[in-house]
Each structure stands twice: as structure tokens, then as C-alpha cells.
């Protein structure tokens, strides 16, 4: 009888023991598969934040081709602006030289008007 009871024991023992060990790997199931869950849904969080970024580089690139090609655009124009003033410059350079001859033409008229008349 006695050795029936420790036999029942021991088996009751062992029993509650994988029953323990039962729970146990329940639990670290339940976590691991919570682990799993937490990790999935950062690796969407971070993909989702990835397209996000990548639309923004997209429209920082088109922005800057845009600004680059408005920047060619300004370049030539201040080019042409320049090259049209040196020509103003010159024309206007050449105008007062004519304007100075004429002035002087005119001086030797008027002399020679003066020279006419006194005879």
C-alpha cells in the first residue's frame, strides 16, 4: 500500500511537473508570438515610413531639377542682359563722340558764320 502511494505520488509529482512545463512553454509561446506581432508591425511601421521618405526624396529631387533648370534659365538671361548693356554702353559711347563732333562742327560753323559776317 505504501509503495502504491509513493508510486501515485510520484506520478502525481511528474504530472503536476509537466503540467508546469506545459504552462511554461505556453507562455514563452504566447510571448514569442507577441514578440513576433510587436516586430511585424514595426517592420510595416518602418516600410510605410520608407515609401514616405522615398516620396519625399522624389519631390525633393523634382524640386531641385526644377530649381537647377530656373537657375540655368536666370544664368543666361543675366548673360544676354549683360552682353545687351556693354552694347548700350558702346552705343552710348559713340553717340557722345558723334555728339561731339557735331558740337565741334557746329563751333566751326558758327566761326566761320562769324568770320562772314565781319567782312
Sequence with gaps: MEMLQNEKY???????????DILTMNMKEEQALKQISDLQDKIRDLAQDKREIEMEFVAL??????????????????ENIGVE????????????E????????????NDENTKYIMK
Design 85 to 96: 548693356l556693354i552694347n548700350v554702353v558702346n552705343e552710348n559711347k559713340a553717340l557722345h
Design 10 to 20: 510520484d506520478a502525481n509529482n511528474k504530472l503536476i511537473n509537466a503540467e508546469g
Design 98 to 109: 558723334e555728339i561731339n563732333d557735331i558740337y565741334k562742327r557746329s563751333g566751326n560753323t
Design 61 to 78: 529631387k523634382k524640386n531641385f531639377i526644377s530649381a537647377n533648370t530656373e537657375l540655368e534659365g536666370e544664368r543666361k538671361k543675366n
